[in-house]
């Protein structure tokens, strides 16, 4: 076909326009603006947090998080090896060491029993970590209780990346106010987006006031620049926040598309022997940001990269599962607690596409090439 259908593209509802316009209008187009209060109140309001901070992107948040949570050179941080490297990349900016942590089987993120083994190792040893980072994949919320329950069993801070996870829900409470910390993204392959951009929400009043400080290059107060720390340049800008504040209004509605993308791919896709997704508990809402799926070549007589080729040959994007950061060359020295879960969800997990404005059309033609893959899976010999 000649139109390609990507994998997660941005859905404008239109109503970003009357904030954007406003911002020209006004001529608030520098990171300042009423737009930053307006999201942060509005993000607040909807993820049920007292305190929000609009930040340029998912991974500064995840860096001021750790800032905010004393992380510095040497320290230990576990984080969750199935994840975007953007999750493991600050801990190398403070200087710190990543401890990562395998995956269970159930929501595909950080096991709770390997979790527990490296705590009590480092315990032991008298290394007490600084931050337990979990990841809510795909907007697959994580066994929150239990990972909650470790983490003040051993006083150690959760840093929630609910980066995925805008608008899922654990026991009727929004993804990303369970930890210390909860960080968002705003990218352009999210739920929402606002163009580049992220968000840090705590209920510590304090943390977040420190957070935008931090963002705004540290500036002292002082009618010149007077600086006593260490800043960054992190505050999202008046625009993109308008941008953010029309999406924020369809979020509900894109949650449903996206789920809706999934029960299609779920009633379409479970008879076939050796095709798994990713469960959704009772206490689970998941916005389902992206359906991956799991194919175990021994039941299917094809493989997740085999399928993806062939999509990709029929211009439909689909991508693997992300690699397990405890086998990137990048962190090829850094301790890791599990078995193999993660390797196997790489292995065999596929993300089809999964875009809010996905028609009918499209999603059957990409199931009429997915099940032509399996059911004529002798003409896609396996790759060398």
């Known amino acids: 076909m000649d139109k390609r259908i990507w994998l997660s593209p941005p859905h404008m509802s239109g109503k970003e326009y009357a904030y954007v316009n406003e911002a020209f209008a006004e001529n608030w187009v520098a ?7 307006l999201f942060e109140k509005e993000l607040g309001q909807y993820t049920g947090m007292s305190h929000v901070a609009a930040l340029s992107s998912g991974t500064s948040a995840i860096h001021l998080a750790l800032v905010l949570a004393n992380v510095e050179k040497d320290d230990i941080v576990l984080c969750q090896s199935l994840t975007f490297v953007a999750t493991a990349n600050p801990v190398l900016y403070q200087g710190a060491i ?5 995956s269970e089987p159930d929501t595909w993120n950080i096991c709770p029993d390997a979790l527990e ?3 009590k190792y480092y315990h032991r040893i008298g290394k007490k970590p600084k931050a337990v980072i979990g990841v809510h994949l795909y907007g697959m919320p994580c066994k929150l209780d239990e990972i909650l329950y470790l983490c003040d069993k051993y006083d150690v801070p959760f840093l929630e990346d609910a980066a995925e996870a805008l608008g899922s829900i654990y026991n009727n409470q929004q993804a990303g106010s369970f930890g210390k910390m909860g960080i968002f993204s705003f990218n352009g392959n999210k739920i929402v987006t606002t163009s580049g951009g992220g968000a840090l929400v705590s209920d510590d009043s304090e943390l977040i006031k420190k957070a935008r400080f931090l963002a705004t290059q540290a500036r002292d107060e002082a009618v010149h620049y007077e600086h006593s720390e260490i800043g960054y ?3 999202m800008s008046n625009i993109s926040a308008g941008i953010g504040r029309g999406q924020l209004e369809v ?5 449903r598309q996206r789920r809706a993308n999934y ?3 779920h009633a379409m896709l479970s008879p076939f022997p050796g095709i798994s997704f990713q ?5 689970v809402i998941s916005n389902r940001w992206l359906t991956a799926i799991r ?7 094809t493989t997740s990269e085999i399928l993806r080729k062939h999509l990709e040959s029929c211009n439909i994007e689909s991508r693997p599962v992300w690699k397990p950061m405890h086998m990137q060359l990048l962190f090829r020295n850094a301790p890791y607690f599990g078995g193999s879960i993660s390797e196997q969800l790489f292995a065999e997990g596929l993300c089809l596409p999964s875009g809010s404005s996905l028609s009918l059309e499209e999603k059957e033609l990409i199931m009429r090439e997915i099940i032509l893959c399996i059911t004529h899976k002798q003409k896609y010999p396996s790759p060398e």
């Open 295 to 301: 194919i175990d070549p021994n039941l299917t007589g």
């Open 31 to 37: 990171p300042v603006g009423p737009h930053i209060t």
């Open 98 to 102: 990543p401890v990562f942590i395998d």
């Open 263 to 265: 029960t299609f791919y």
């Open 117 to 119: 083994t490296a705590l």
């Open 251 to 255: 979020l509900d509605e894109r949650v």
């Open 279 to 283: 469960p959704e508990a009772a206490e």
């Open 233 to 235: 340049n992190y505050r």
